[in-house]
Structures are given as structure tokens and as C-alpha cells.
């Protein structure tokens, strides 16, 4: 009877102990990285009244009579659920999104862990935890912004204030695309000498600028021509005056052009027709001319100039053995065929020796004639920079020397680079088409006093699928090297156009210009201005020169049992001997979390839970009560037996 009460006063006693766990939990509903608890029962002693008996061949067994005599708490939990994040937007407030803890540590070097990342900078720019002052832990970059694999764990502290040297640009990178098919390189007269070209239009095809130096030797084509046998005529004699008879003129009179690839008859002519007329009924036909010249003979003309063997006039009887004298016979030839096949071919020949804005001539080449196709006569000159160029006489072509300009297809780009004093200075790299496919000449210019020393011309050619082929200097330079003339030292820097045979660079496609000086790695002076903290707690400070460089990075701790940590007050826990030994690392890395900036971790507690739990211990609370004041109306039964 007796131990019934001292079952209902272990109930009564360890459920307030829950009472107290779940209380602490709501309490600290709002606590930044607070981790609830939960408290666990057992039982408490035993008592056996008999023990179990074995079975036998007469009889079954038996169990054992025991009795309890309460419970005791067997634990109290920290539950490491994760918690919500509360997004803040200050830099130095970090949430842990996995396991881990911060690493803080007080003056005395004793090491604490928290999950609450309220942080913050103090007046000697360590990142602490300003609540209670313990430095936050990590590992320090060193001037170049890389954290060694030996550098140690220590406070956290950032050089605010601090200036950053300047550093010289020793490299410019350029990449992105130079229009293989560009041009701009239009054409213009300079001087036609005695050549007779009056006409220069159009574009260079090949884009190239420059001054084309073309000789032009050779003669003009002329036309077959030939004149008639009689003489002194005035052109108003009638053909029957001549003795041309009517039985001649019917037997016919045929006029055939280039060895009779076009063959015509004369029509409209009578024995009453004059000279002038005969004249003007061969001026009908297309391709011939006549005329009578000063000598009263009949000129007749090819009017298309050429070697006489092609192009040339036959005029003719018609038919057999005529029946009467025929205009040919009388006006012309009195054999009675009339040829003229006097005409030559054009002679002429051109070259262009063509000499770039600012270079070497190239050697010289062979351009192409033009032909009239209506007089056979040489009219211009083809394939001047590779074509597009309009190259024409509205008279006619003769032999000299004409000189053409054709202007530059450029495509330029510019960066600031950096001196060793950090002073700015613009550089300037303008590429120049080349008459070679795919190959374009670049020259470096800075804008202001600077003294180039070497290193500022040279070539990049590209592959036919558009690949860097080659980026070279002129004379043997192997980079861009200047005197700032400021004082500064003399730069030397190296121009990256990408990778020979690869894309990561400088290309040539048939596509738009694009090309640009894309990075160069110096600046000026700058003083840190900001930070900012990456999901790896890697803490970078930008600088007002527009550097990012690493500064620090932060440590986080892991146990074999987070369980076994012991709760210090103010948020923090330490090391137990059941928790084990903290294993440091990075996040990301050796410690599977992400850390968040500009975000806290909220408490994990969960009200929902903790009300239920709640109900429970005051239930659990009242029927121990119960047990209590049952057993000591029982008890007092008990004494009244004696009355």
C-alpha cells in the first residue's frame, strides 16, 4: 500500500520535470538556432513477489509476480531538426542548412558551438558574436585571396579600411568574332593616266585598303573592214548606170557575218536604186556598217571588233554562173566576192601591284579584260581586290598607268589597363582586313602620352572552319610592352587571343563583328568596402577598385553524436564525452551543409507538439494525484479497522 504512494509521487515529481522540458521549449519558440527538447521515461525498480517456475511433467509453468514501484525520467533529448530560415538581409547573419555548428571560441581559447548566427564585426573588425562577444572561428586568405591547405583555424578578421595595392595588367584577353566575308573597302579614282577609264565604283570583295598601281599594256581590238573596187562614185549613180542587170539583181546578193554563222539576203534594190541606196539597205543589216569614203569607194565594216578570222564580212552573188552583172561585181569585187576579215583582237594585259595603307606591295597580279558585248572592244578591267570593283571607259581602254584607292575594313576595340601605380591608360586594338583570306592584321594604340617600346603590330589568321590559327607579334615580339611615361614602370603584356585550333578565343565567321577586348587582370588602388558569404562560407571582400578577392572562410563542426552535446546557456553547446571529439571542415566540402547569408535559422520547436505534450503531462500529473489521495483514503480504512 505504502509503495503505491511513493509510485504517485515519482509520477507527480517527473512529470513536472516535463512540464518543465516542454515549457523551456515554448519559451524559446522565437530563439534564433534553439533546438527543442524532449523528456523520456522509464521505469523505475522492481519488485518480485515470485519468480517464474519451469515447467514439469505434471504441471505447466508459472510466470513471475512482480511489482513496480514508479518511474524515473531516462533522459532528456536535444532534437536537432532542422529549423525554418528567416531571411534578414544583413551580410554577417548566416543560417546552417544541414548539420554542423558555428565554431566560437571566448578569450581563454574554450570552444563553444551554436547554431544561432546573429554575427557580427567588433571595433577591431573580428566577426563575433555580439550577444555575448566570442569570436566566431575560421581560417584567414592570404594577400593573394587563397586560403593554404595549412593554414589554421583562428578568429575571423577582416582588414576593413585597408587599401589594396594597385596591380599592373600583364594580360589582355580577347575573344568573340571578326567578319570573314567583312568589307568596307570602297573604290575611288586616283588617276587613270592615258589608260581611258573614267569609272571606278563598287567595294573590294577581299576588303582590302590600299592603292592598286595597274599597268595596263597592249592594244585595242579593231573591226574588219574592207572597201569596194569601184571608185569615184558620188552615190546617186543608179545600178543600171553601173551595168548591174535586173537578171544580176534577181540572181540575189548575200551578206554573211562571221564565216556564215549569220547569212542575209539584200531586198529592196532595183536597177532604178542608187549607191546610196545599196549603202543604206546594208546599213540594215545588224552588225555590218557601209559607207562611201572620201575616195567614192564603198567601206565596209564589221562592227564588232575581233580577229578577222571570226569576226568578219562576206558579200556575195547568190546561186550559180550569174545571168547578168551583179552589185557585187560592179560596187565591190568584180570576182564577184567581197571579204573583209581585217579585224584584230584586243591585246591588252593588266596588273595590279597593290600596296596596303601603310605596307609592303604585294606582288603583282593578274587582273581580267572586259569586253563590250555590243562592239567587241575592250572596255574595262576585271578582278580588282578580288572583285566587286567597277572598273570601266565610256571612250575606250588604252595602254598606261592607273592608280586606284581602295579604303580600310577595320573593326576596332578598346580596355583600360593598369600601370604599376594603378594609374588607367586606354588601350586601343584595331584589326585591319587583309587581302589574304581569313588573315587580318591588329595594331595596339594607347590614347594618351605613352611611349610604345615593341610588340604593338602583328597577324591572326584563322582556319577555314573559323579556328585561331595563328595570333602572331612583328619582329619576333613576344608581347605588348609600353612606357607609361608617368612615372610607372614600363608594362609588358601579354595579348591572349585563345587557344590555336579551339573557339574559347578570337574566331572567323561570315557573321557579325563581335570581336573585344573582353577581361585584363590589373586595377588601381582600392580600399575593401564590402563583404559578401557564399553557401561555402568563403567571405569576399570587394574592393572599390572593383576587386573580389577571398578573405577568410568560415569553420563548421560536426560530431559522431550531436545528440551527446551539452547545452551551455546563451544558445551554445560544448563537447561532452559522449558527444566525441568536434570534426572541423568546410561546408560544401567535409561538412555536408550549406551556410546562408542574410538568413537566420529559427527555433525548431514545434507548438502543435509541444500543447499536445502539454495535455498529456497534466493528464499524466492528475492521475498520478489520484493515485496518491486513493491510496491514502485506503490507508485510512486501514487505521479505522482497530476501532
Known sequence: MISSLFSGVSGLRNHQVRMDVLG?????????????????????????????GRPSDISGGTNAVQLGLGMNVAGVDNLFSQGGLETTGKITDLAIQGNGFFVLTDGAGAEYYSRAGAFGFDANSYMVNPANGYFVMGKMADDNGNIPATATVGQIRLPFGQ?????????????????????????????AG???????????????????????????????????????????????????????????????????????????ITVDSTVNDVVSAINTLEGVTAELNGSGEIEVTRTFAGDGTTKNVEIEFGGGAPAGETIVEALLDASGTFTANSGTNHTFAATDTFTPTDGIAYPPLSLGIEVSDVNGLATGITGVGGGGVNVQSTTQLAAGVLNIETELTQHATSITVFDSQGGKHTAVCTFTKTKIPNQWNWEMSLTGEEIIRSGSTGTVEFNPDGSLLSFDYDGGAQAFSFDPNNGADTLTVDINAGTTGE???????????????????????????????????????????GVSRALAQLTLAQFNNEGGLMKEGESLF???????????????????????SGALEASNVDLASEFTGMITAQRGFQANARVITTSDSMLDELVNLKR
Open 194 to 268: 592615258a589608260t581611258g577609264i573614267d569609272t571606278v565604283t563598287g567595294v573590294a570583295r577581299d576588303g582590302a585598303g590600299g592603292t592598286h598601281e595597274i599597268t595596263i599594256t597592249g592594244s585595242q581590238a579593231t573591226f574588219s573592214t574592207n572597201t569596194g573596187s569601184a571608185t569615184g562614185l558620188t552615190g546617186n549613180e543608179t545600178l543600171a548606170s553601173l551595168g548591174v542587170t535586173a537578171a544580176g539583181i534577181a540572181d540575189g546578193t548575200t551578206v554573211s557575218l562571221d564565216n556564215g554563222t549569220v547569212s542575209v539576203n539584200l531586198t529592196g
Open 163 to 191: 587599401q589594396d595595392p594597385a596591380r599592373e595588367t600583364d594580360q589582355i584577353d580577347l575573344a568573340n568574332n571578326l567578319n570573314s566575308v567583312a568589307t568596307d573597302s570602297t573604290a575611288s579614282l586616283l588617276s
Open 574 to 596: 560544448v563537447a561532452s564525452a559522449n558527444s566525441g571529439e568536434a570534426v572541423q571542415g568546410v561546408a560544401g566540402e567535409t561538412i555536408s551543409a550549406s551556410i546562408s
Open 24 to 52: 523551456n521549449n515554448i519559451a524559446n519558440i522565437n530563439t534564433i538556432g534553439f533546438k527543442s527538447s524532449r523528456a523520456t521515461f522509464q521505469e523505475a525498480l522492481i519488485q518480485t513477489i515470485r519468480g517464474a
Open 503 to 545: 573557339f574559347n578565343g578570337l574566331t572567323g565567321f561570315a557573321s557579325n563583328f563581335t570581336a573585344t577586348a573582353v577581361n585584363q587582370n590589373g586595377y588601381g588602388m582600392g580600399i575593401l568596402d564590402k563583404i559578401t558569404i557564399d553557401n561555402a562560407g568563403l567571405i569576399y571582400g570587394i574592393f572599390t577598385n
